[in-house]
């Protein structure tokens, strides 16, 4: 069993689709371990996306990441890295598959409806970022 950290992001909450896309999760047999709807502040999301800080649009990125609510959520269940980034697409909607939840509920590279961490050493770290162990159920 893995575990891994997904947040819904602020275009796909303030476009009510958070339902539809924890039911992508939960009918491909990743379990919602944790879950809640936070509001980042500047310094989490500086934080939380800092391996891209010299990158060109990362104060575009914080901005919108700190543009409404989130939903942050640990998934649980077999090879749950790699399934949960399969389940989202590619990170630009335009180029992701069909059937995906950015091809299906994604508007742009940037407003593009979910985060997924991207290897279990970074799960691991992003899930103890947002969530004590005892949240974790
Ligand atoms: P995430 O880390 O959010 O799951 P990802 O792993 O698919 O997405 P990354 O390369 O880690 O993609 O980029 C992090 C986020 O930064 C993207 O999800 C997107 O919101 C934003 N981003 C990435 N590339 C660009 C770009 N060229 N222009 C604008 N925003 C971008
Ligand atoms: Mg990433």
Partial sequence: ME???SIIKPDAVANQT??????RFESNHLRIAAM???QLSQTQAQDFYAIHKERP????LVQFMISGPVVV???EGDNAVAR???LMGA???KEAE???IRADFAQSIEANAIHGSDSLENAKNEIAFFFKAEEIL
Avoid: A, H
């Fill in 73 to 75: 959520m640990v998934l």
């Fill in 18 to 23: 958070i339902g539809k896309i924890i039911e």
């Fill in 84 to 86: 949960n980034r399969d």
């Fill in 57 to 60: 649009f990362f104060n575009d």
């Fill in 98 to 100: 069909k059937g995906t």
């Fill in 36 to 38: 809640k709807k936070i």
């Fill in 91 to 93: 990170t630009n909607p």
């Fill in 3 to 5: 575990q891994t950290l």
